[in-house]
């Protein structure tokens, strides 16, 4: 396996430290002397001077045989050309690294076969995506995004408060954006169809769009919605912000940037915007934040990030969010007592260890206190059949088919489905039909 990345920063070393535990050749290209330095000291990767804009740099590198190339420069235009570049020259597989959010055509911050590129990736949104992923995990045993954050699978626990309790799997209505996957009771993951009463201990397993998740919960439970308190108003705080307004009872945002909360507040509608220091106590207890259900703390800056939300946690915040941008020092938040944690450092790496090319288990995710797991499984992109359908697939008795995503956009499907190359198919699984699935899947021809 032989990888190109082409950008020495932050997330180009991130990545050749990641990505050289799984690949023979480990190639990264950067203008920077000083900066190829650091990583030759800390990493076993090779690295070369040069511009990977130019074709005689990639050349040299042998990008032609390259199995997967990924351009993370501080410049979109600049990873846009490389992996162009990159593409045409015979590059098996290459990814960009695109900032920019309006420059997304879908909210989950990954797109494919864009402008050349196998795949672009947008940091903020990964970052917002994985924030909303925590926020929801409050209510929920279990959340996990899929599919490029275009699905996500959850657990809801049947109580009291729940609306269907005592009646048939078959009346739960989750409107059209969700589907029951099925209801476990005693371990076992059953049909919904096959239960004549819901009970006390049941546990719903769900598939949603994740903006959609709270209204397909409203369904099931009577849960208000929470007062939420976002601090930094830039990409990332203006995209919460745009999901959240929409489901929360309450939502304020602080910036300390007027010009900033005033485009802001011309462009949420249902959002508080408050122009101050989200590290100051004083305005903290004057917007009453203690009340806050949760605050999210997404600023430019990992030190404002960490002090407002301790002094959040202080006062009284229960569920306390920070979006950290120095790789590696997530587990100190922790420790920290922060509640949860976004890493656009691992979330990228993430994404790209899901690209290289021949992979048939994208995902495995295992759902807490039973044996499932959620699996995502690729169909071969050298697939020839062209008239394959899921009902043609030998998914064993047991599992369930959630459903396929097709270029980012995720269907629910069933037997009847098309299936084509480079799909990706989401199934529930026990952990021991794991090995029974990868084989079939990787003998699709």
């Given at each position: 396996?032989?990888?190109?990345?082409?950008?020495?920063?932050?997330?180009?070393?991130?990545?050749?430290?990641?990505?050289?535990?799984?690949?023979?050749?480990?190639?990264?290209?950067?203008?920077?002397?000083?900066?190829?330095?650091?990583?030759?000291e800390k990493t076993d990767v090779m690295t070369m001077r040069g511009n990977g804009t130019f074709r005689k740099?990639?050349?040299?590198?042998?990008?032609?045989?390259?199995?997967?190339?990924?351009?993370?420069?501080?410049?979109?235009?600049?990873?846009?050309?490389?992996?162009?570049?990159?593409?045409s020259m015979g590059a098996k597989r290459t990814v960009a690294r695109v900032d920019a959010p309006e420059f997304f055509m879908t909210p989950g911050g990954i797109e494919r076969g864009v402008l050349g590129s196998f795949a672009i990736v947008c940091a903020s949104r990964l970052v917002s995506a994985e924030l909303l992923r925590l926020v929801r995990k409050i209510e929920m045993p279990?959340?996990?995004?899929?599919?490029?954050?275009?699905?996500?699978?959850?657990?809801?626990?049947?109580n009291e408060d729940c609306r269907f309790i005592e009646k048939a799997g078959r009346d739960i209505d989750?409107?059209?954006?969700?589907?029951?996957?099925?209801i476990f009771r005693d371990g076992e993951l059953r049909n919904a169809l096959d239960l004549s009463h819901l009970y006390p201990g049941d546990k719903i397993l769900l598939t949603s769009k994740l903006e959609k998740l709270p209204i397909a919960m409203r369904r099931l439970v009577q849960i208000p919605g929470k007062k939420a308190v976002i601090i930094g108003g830039g990409?990332?705080?203006?995209?919460?912000?745009?999901?959240?307004?929409?489901?929360?009872?309450?939502l304020t945002l602080i910036d300390v940037d007027r010009r900033r909360c005033e485009f802001l507040a011309d462009n949420l509608d249902k959002a508080t915007i408050i122009h101050g220091d989200g590290t100051s106590l004083s305005l903290l207890q004057e917007e009453h934040v203690e009340m806050?259900?949760?605050?999210?703390?997404?600023?430019?800056?990992?030190?404002?990030?960490?002090?407002?939300?301790?002094?959040?946690?202080?006062?009284?915040?229960?569920?306390?969010?920070?979006?950290?941008?120095?790789?590696?020092?997530?587990?100190?938040?922790?420790?920290?007592?922060?509640?949860?944690?976004?890493?656009?450092?691992?979330?990228?790496?993430s994404a790209v260890n899901k690209y290289f090319p021949n992979q048939t288990v994208l995902t495995e995710s295992h759902i807490p206190d039973t044996e499932y797991l959620v699996g995502e499984f690729q169909i071969p992109i050298n697939l020839n059949s062209k008239s394959l359908k899921v009902r043609d697939l030998t998914i064993p008795p047991g599992c369930y088919f959630v459903g396929l995503s097709r270029q980012e956009e995720f269907y629910f499907g069933d037997?009847?489905?098309?299936?084509?190359?480079?799909d990706v198919i989401l199934i529930v699984l026990k952990k021991q039909e794991l090995k029974e699935l990868e084989h079939m899947f990787k003998k699709l021809k």
């Open positions: 396996m032989k990888i190109v990345i082409v950008g020495a920063g932050d997330v180009g070393s991130y990545l050749a430290k990641n990505l050289s535990q799984r690949a023979e050749d480990v190639i990264i290209i950067d203008t920077n002397a000083k900066a190829l330095e650091k990583i030759e740099t990639l050349s040299e590198v042998g990008v032609q045989s390259a199995d997967l190339v990924v351009g993370v420069t501080s410049h979109d235009n600049t990873n846009l050309v490389i992996t162009a570049l990159a593409n279990y959340v996990e995004n899929f599919s490029s954050n275009s699905i996500t699978v959850a657990m809801v626990d049947v989750l409107g059209k954006s969700a589907r029951v996957i099925g990409d990332v705080g203006y995209q919460l912000a745009k999901s959240l307004q929409e489901v929360e009872n309450r806050a259900d949760y605050t999210l703390a997404v600023t430019r800056a990992d030190e404002v990030n960490l002090m407002s939300s301790l002094i959040s946690q202080e006062i009284g915040v229960a569920n306390s969010y920070t979006l950290v941008h120095r790789p590696g020092y997530a587990h100190v938040y922790e420790h920290l007592g922060i509640k949860g944690t976004a890493s656009a450092h691992e979330l990228i790496s037997g009847d489905s098309e299936v084509l190359a480079g």
